[in-house]
C-alpha cells in the first residue's frame, strides 16, 4: 500500500473541512435559533413545519372575524333584549287595557302609552351600526329594515341575512335579517284567528282565540260558526267549514233543528281544533275561524292601538272591543313568543361564537407550540454538541500535524 | 582495469539520472496530474566481467482503466456539483419566507375576509384589489427570476463551451506533438493530456482512446467524434428553435452542425441541462399553472357576482387566453417545412399538468400529440379538415389552417408563461363582484313555512341576464298545491313551466326543471309550503351588504381548485417548493455520494500515479549512496591506477 502525499494531505484536508462544516452549522442553528435553514436540509420537517405554519396564518385570519362577529351578535343581543322588554311591557299593558273598569280616556292614554313602545320597537328594528348600517337589514345595508307605508309597516331588507365566516368551514350569521326576527310572525293562536263580523252581528257574543288541540287531525279551511234559532226558539249554532262543508251538526244531521243549542262559554270541537263562544250573540251572528295570517310586530302593535284608540259607547262596541283585544292578545303571545325564540337563538349562537374564538385560540396555541417544537433548535443541544464537534475538530487537526511530524523525523535523520 | 572505470563511469551516471529522475518526482509531488516517474537499472553487458549498469527505462507509471475511472468520475461529479448548485439557488428563490409569495397569498385571503364584512367599504376593497396586485407582483417577479436563471445556465453553458473548445484545441496540439518526440519529451505530453482530459471531463463526459502511435480520440458518449488526430471539432451553441430562452448545443462537423444537446448527460453541462430540463422548466411551468388557476378561477367567479353598481363582475385578471398568449403557448421547431396556424387555449385550468407537450406529424396529416413528461401519446389522427380542435389535459389545441410536412414538429408549453403573463386588470374596486345578482324573497302573505334560499350562482352568461341590472324573466313561485308549483314571467304573467312538483320533506332544487328551464343558479326550497304560497326571484338592485360571492371567493382560495381538484391555490405553491426542497436534498445526497466516489477514484489513480514524498526521500538516500559509492568505485579504480604507476616507476 503506498501513501501518495498529495491525496494524503487531501484527506486530511477534507477530514478538517468536514469538522468546520459541522461546527458552521451547528453556529448557524444557535444564532438562528431553527433546526434548518433550507428546507432541503430535511424536507420531511420541512414540510411539516410550512403545515403548521400555514394552519397558524389561517386561525390567525379569522380573528379578526370572531371579534367583529363577537361585537356584531353583543349589538343583536342587546337590541333583542329590549325589543323583549318592549314586548313585556305592551303585554302589561294590554292586561290593563281589558279591565271593564277604565273608561275611553284611560283607553287612549294606554294607546299613547304604546304608541311610544311601537316607536322604541321600530328603534330596534332600524338599528344602525357606526358605520351607520342597518343591522338587521339583511343584504340591504343601506336602507332602514322597516319603512311606513300607509297604515302599514313593511320590511324592506333582504330576507336572506349575510355570514361570515370565523373558523375552518365555519360561517356566522352576521347581517341579520329583520323579516326572520320582525316579521313573517304568524297571528292568532299560532295556527288560526278568529274573528267576529262586527258590521253585521247585533248580539255580544265574543269567541275565544282557541286551541289546537291535534295537529293531526286539524284540517284548514276557513270555518263559520252561525248563530240559528231551532224550532223550540232556542238559539243553536252550526259550523260550516268552506271545503269540509258542514261539520255540526254533523250530516245527516240538519240545521236548525238538529243544531247544538248554544250555552255561553261552551267548549266547540273540531277538525282538532276548539273555541269557545261566550257573551250573548244574537241569531244570525257569525264568527269565523281562519288558518292564521302572517305579519310583523309592528304591524300588530299598531292594530293595538287602533283597537284600544277606539272609543266604546255600547255594549256591542264593548262586545267588539273584547273580540278585538282577545284576537290581538293571542296574536301578540305570538309576537312575544317569536322575539323570545330569536333571543334564545342569538343567546346560543352567541354560546357558538365564543366556542369557536376559543377552539380557534387553543388551536392557535397548539399549532404555536407545535410550530416552536418542530422548528426551534434546542440550544442546550446544540451548545453541547458544538463543544464536542470542537474537540474533534482539535483531534483531528492534531493529528495531521502528528502525520507532519513523521515526514520531518525521516528527512532530519 | 578500464572496466573498472567503466563500471563506476556508468553506474555514477545512471545513478546521476536516477537522482534527477527523482528530484523530478519530489518537485511534481503537487501536481494532480503528475504521475511518478520511475527508473529501471539494468546491469550492462559486454564483457565477461561485466560493464556495471545502465539506465534501462524511465517508465511513467499509470493505470489505464484507474485513469479513465477517475476521469468518469469527474464527469459525475461535475454534474452533481452543477445539479445541486442551481438547486440550492433555485430552492431559495421559491422559499415562501423571502420572496413573500406564500405570505401574500395568505394576506390576500385575509384581506377577502375582510371585505367580507364590509361589501359596501370601498377601503376594504381597495386594500383588497391591493393585496392582489402585490400578490401578482411578487409572482411575476419571481417568475423573472426563473427566466434570468435560464440565461445564467445559458451563459455559463456558453462558458464551458468556450473552455471545451480551448481544450480540445491543446489536446490536438499535443497530438501533433506526439509525432518524432522523444521519450521523455512524450511522458510530458502525457500529463498534459491528462490535465486536459481531466479538465474536459469536468464540463463534459466523454470517451477517450489512444492508438498505438499514443494518437488520442476523444468521443462524445454517442460515438460523436471530438477529436481525432490532429483535428478537433469545435462545439457550437444556439438559442433552441422550440423554445428560444434556450441553448442547442451541437459539434461542428463542417458543412454539418450534429445536434448533441440530447445526448449531453454527464459533466457540468450535463447537470446544468438536467437542472433545466427538470427542475427550472417544471418549476416555472408548476408557477404558471398556478397563475393560469387563479386568473381563470377568480375571474370566473367574478363573473358570477354584482359589483357595487348592481352591473355584472367583469374580470379581474387578465384574460388568460389573449390572441397572443394562446399563440406563444406553441412553437414551431426550425427545421419544420410546413406552416399552420395554431393556438394553445386553456379550457380548464384546473385539469392543467405542468408538463410540455410535442406534437409531431408522421405524414403531411397524421399527427401525434405526446406528453413530455411522462411519454405518454395524449392524441393522435388525421388532420382532414380546419378548423380542428384537439382537447388534451385542461387545454384544447386550435388549428386554424396549415400545410405541413411529414416530420414537422411543434412544442406546446400550455403553462410556462402564465406567471409572465398574470396581470390584474381591475382597477376599480367597486367593480370587484361581492354579491349574488338574485335575491329571492318569500311573499309576506304566505301561510306556510317554506323557504327560498339561492344557493349558488353557475352562469351568468344566460338569457336570464342578457339586460342590464335585470333579471329577465323575474321569476314568481307560486304553490298551487301543497306539492305542486309553477313558475310565472312576472313581466307578463305568463306561465314558464306548470306542475312542477315539490316534496316538503326533502325540500328541492328547482332549476334546472324537468322541463330544462335553468336560468344558471341554483334555488333551494324546503319547509312546508302552503297553497297560494309565493316566492319570487328578482334582480339584487340592492345588495350593497351582499357579500354571498365574496364568501365563493374565500371559500375557492380555501378549495382544491389545481391539479384535478386536490390543491388549492396556496398548497400548489407549498408544493412547488416542498418537491424543490426534495429535489434540492436528493441532489445533495447525490453530490455527497460522487463527490465520494470521485475522491476514491482519485484516491486509486494516486495510489498508482501520484508521488510519496517518504518514498522518493528513501530513493533519494538510497541513490546517494550509489552514487557516493559508484565515486569510491573510480577512485579505487585511480588508487589501483597509482599503484601501477608507482610501481613501473620504481
Not at chain 1, 194 to 212: E, F, H, R
Amino acid at each position: 500500500m503506498r501513501f501518495p502525499t498529495l491525496s494524503q494531505s487531501n484527506q486530511s484536508m477534507d477530514a478538517i473541512t468536514k469538522q468546520l462544516e459541522h461546527v458552521q452549522h451547528l453556529q448557524t442553528q444557535i444564532a438562528t435559533g431553527k433546526k434548518i435553514q433550507l428546507a432541503s436540509e430535511d424536507p420531511a420537517l420541512a414540510n411539516r413545519i410550512k403545515d403548521v405554519d400555514t394552519r397558524i396564518s389561517r386561525l390567525q385570519g379569522f380573528e379578526l372575524n370572531g371579534i367583529l362577529a363577537e361585537n356584531r351578535t353583543a349589538l343583536i343581543a342587546e337590541r333583542m333584549q329590549e325589543a323583549m322588554n318592549v314586548t313585556a311591557r305592551v303585554e302589561e299593558l294590554m292586561i290593563q287595557a281589558q279591565n271593564d273598569t277604565l273608561n275611553n280616556k284611560d283607553r287612549a292614554l294606554i294607546a299613547e302609552e304604546l304608541r311610544g313602545s311601537l316607536q322604541s320597537m321600530l328603534n330596534c328594528a332600524n338599528t344602525q351600526d357606526k358605520e351607520g348600517e342597518y343591522i338587521f337589514s339583511g343584504m340591504n345595508i343601506n336602507q332602514p329594515a322597516f319603512i311606513q307605508d300607509g297604515n302599514q309597516y313593511r320590511y324592506q331588507g333582504s330576507q336572506e341575512g349575510t355570514l361570515l365566516p370565523i373558523g375552518e368551514n365555519r360561517l356566522m350569521l352576521y347581517g341579520d335579517s329583520g323579516f326572520q326576527l320582525f316579521d313573517g310572525i304568524k297571528l292568532g293562536n299560532g295556527t288560526f284567528s278568529v274573528s267576529a263580523d262586527s258590521t253585521n252581528n247585533t248580539g255580544t257574543g265574543v269567541i275565544s282565540a282557541g286551541n289546537l288541540t291535534s295537529s293531526s287531525n286539524y284540517v284548514r279551511d276557513d270555518y263559520n260558526i252561525i248563530l240559528v234559532m231551532n224550532a223550540s226558539g232556542h238559539l243553536a249554532y252550526q259550523l260550516i267549514g268552506t271545503a269540509s262543508g258542514q261539520l255540526i251538526p254533523k250530516p245527516p244531521l240538519t240545521t236548525p233543528d238538529d243544531a247544538p243549542v248554544y250555552v255561553a262559554g261552551q267548549t266547540i270541537e273540531f277538525n282538532g281544533m276548539s273555541v269557545q263562544l261566550n257573551g250573548k250573540p244574537n241569531e244570525n251572528d257569525v264568527f269565523s275561524i281562519t288558518p292564521s295570517k302572517t305579519d310583523n310586530v309592528l304591524n300588530v302593535m299598531q292594530q293595538l292601538i287602533d283597537t284600544l284608540s277606539n272609543p266604546i259607547y255600547s255594549d256591542k262596541d264593548k262586545a267588539d272591543f273584547h273580540q278585538q283585544m282577545s284576537e290581538q292578545t293571542a296574536s301578540f303571545k305570538q309576537v312575544s313568543n317569536h322575539i323570545q325564540t330569536n333571543l334564545v337563538d342569538i343567546g346560543y349562537r352567541e354560546k357558538m361564537i365564543d366556542e369557536q374564538l376559543t377552539w380557534n385560540k387553543d388551536h392557535l396555541m397548539v399549532a404555536q407550540i407545535m410550530s416552536s417544537k418542530l422548528s426551534d433548535v434546542d440550544l442546550g443541544q446544540a451548545i453541547s454538541e458544538l463543544t464536542q464537534r470542537l474537540t474533534t475538530l482539535e483531534v483531528t487537526q492534531q493529528t495531521y500535524l502528528k502525520i507532519q511530524e513523521t515526514y520531518m523525523d525521516l528527512l532530519s535523520r | 582495469m578500464s572496466s573498472l572505470f567503466e563500471i563506476g563511469t556508468r553506474s555514477l551516471t545512471a545513478t546521476q539520472y536516477a537522482l534527477s529522475v527523482t528530484s523530478k518526482n519530489i518537485a511534481n509531488a503537487n501536481d494532480p496530474f503528475y504521475s511518478r516517474r520511475e527508473v529501471i537499472l539494468s546491469e550492462a553487458f559486454n564483457s565477461v566481467a561485466g560493464n556495471g549498469m545502465n539506465v534501462a527505462e524511465v517508465r511513467r507509471i499509470f493505470d489505464d482503466i484507474t485513469n479513465k475511472n477517475a476521469q468518469k468520475m469527474t464527469s459525475e461529479f461535475g454534474k452533481a456539483s452543477a445539479f445541486s448548485a442551481n438547486l440550492q439557488t433555485l430552492e431559495s428563490l421559491f422559499d415562501g419566507d423571502s420572496n413573500g409569495i406564500a405570505k401574500a397569498m395568505d394576506a390576500s385571503v385575509t384581506a377577502l375576509n375582510n371585505v367580507n364584512i364590509n361589501p359596501a367599504s370601498i377601503p376594504s376593497r381597495t386594500l383588497y384589489l391591493h393585496q392582489i396586485n402585490n400578490m401578482v407582483t411578487r409572482i411575476n417577479g419571481l417568475d423573472s427570476q426563473l427566466t434570468a436563471e435560464q440565461l445564467s445556465i445559458n451563459n455559463t453553458i456558453k462558458d464551458d463551451v468556450v473552455k471545451i473548445n480551448l481544450s480540445l484545441q491543446q489536446l490536438a496540439q499535443v497530438n501533433a506533438s506526439m509525432v518524432g518526440a522523444t521519450d521523455t519529451e512524450r511522458q510530458e505530453l502525457l500529463d498534459t493530456r491528462d490535465a486536459l482530459l481531466n479538465s474536459l471531463a469536468e464540463w463534459i463526459g466523454i470517451e477517450t482512446r489512444t492508438d498505438d502511435a499514443g494518437i488520442l480520440s476523444v468521443n462524445l458518449d454517442n460515438g460523436t467524434p471530438l477529436l481525432s488526430g490532429n483535428t478537433r471539432y469545435a462545439l457550437v451553441t444556439s438559442p433552441s428553435q422550440g423554445n428560444p430562452e434556450r441553448l442547442d448545443i451541437a459539434v461542428s462537423h463542417p458543412p454539418a452542425l450534429i445536434p448533441i444537446t440530447g445526448i449531453i448527460t454527464r459533466g457540468d453541462i450535463g447537470g446544468r441541462l438536467a437542472y433545466q430540463n427538470n427542475a427550472l422548466n417544471d418549476a416555472q411551468n408548476a408557477l404558471g399553472r398556478l397563475a393560469l388557476g387563479y386568473a381563470q378561477k377568480m375571474n370566473a367567479q367574478n363573473a358570477l357576482g354584482i359589483d357595487l353598481n348592481g352591473s355584472l363582475g367583469g374580470m379581474i385578471f387578465q384574460d388568460i387566453n389573449t390572441v397572443i398568449t394562446t399563440q406563444n403557448r406553441i412553437r414551431p421547431e426550425a427545421s419544420n417545412q410546413g406552416v399552420g396556424d395554431l393556438a394553445v387555449v386553456i379550457q380548464d385550468a384546473g385539469q392543467l399538468t405542468t408538463s410540455d407537450y410535442k406534437l409531431t406529424f408522421d405524414t403531411p396529416t397524421h399527427y401525434m400529440l405526446v406528453r413530455q413528461s411522462d411519454n405518454q401519446s395524449m392524441s393522435t389522427g388525421d388532420i382532414t379538415s380546419f378548423p380542428q380542435q384537439i382537447n388534451v389535459d385542461g387545454f384544447s389545441l386550435n388549428m386554424t389552417s396549415g400545410t405541413f410536412v411529414a416530420g414537422d414538429t411543434y412544442t406546446l408549453s400550455p403553462t410556462k408563461k402564465g406567471a409572465r403573463d398574470l396581470n390584474v386588470s381591475l382597477r376599480d374596486a367597486s367593480q370587484l363582484a361581492l354579491g349574488f345578482p338574485v335575491v329571492a324573497t318569500s311573499m309576506s302573505e304566505n301561510k306556510g313555512k317554506g323557504q327560498l334560499v339561492l344557493t349558488a350562482m353557475r352562469d351568468t352568461t344566460t338569457p336570464a341576464f342578457s339586460t342590464p341590472k335585470q333579471l329577465n324573466p323575474p321569476i314568481q313561485v307560486v304553490f298551487t298545491s301543497a306539492t305542486t308549483f309553477q313558475l310565472i314571467n312576472q313581466l307578463d304573467n305568463t306561465v314558464i313551466e306548470d306542475n312542477l312538483i315539490y316534496d316538503p320533506i326533502n325540500g328541492a332544487d328547482i332549476f334546472p326543471t324537468p322541463a330544462g328551464f335553468d336560468p344558471g343558479f341554483s334555488v333551494y326550497l324546503s319547509g312546508e309550503i302552503l297553497p297560494g304560497d309565493a316566492f319570487t326571484l328578482n334582480y339584487n338592485t340592492n345588495g350593497t351588504g351582499d357579500n354571498r360571492n365574496g364568501l365563493a371567493m374565500a371559500k375557492l382560495a380555501q378549495q382544491g381548485t389545481l391539479d384535478h381538484g386536490t390543491l388549492n391555490f396556496d398548497q400548489a405553491y407549498a408544493t412547488i417548493n416542498s418537491g424543490l426542497s426534495s429535489l434540492a436534498y436528493i441532489a445533495q445526497a447525490m453530490l455527497d455520494s460522487s463527490n465520494t466516489m470521485n475522491k476514491q477514484a482519485q484516491f486509486k489513480r494516486d495510489q498508482i500515479s501520484g508521488v510519496s514524498l517518504q518514498e522518493e526521500t528513501i530513493n533519494l538516500t538510497r541513490f546517494q549512496q550509489a552514487y557516493q559509492a559508484s565515486a569510491q568505485i573510480i577512485d579505487a579504480g585511480r588508487q589501483i591506477f597509482d599503484t601501477l604507476i608507482s610501481m613501473t616507476r620504481r
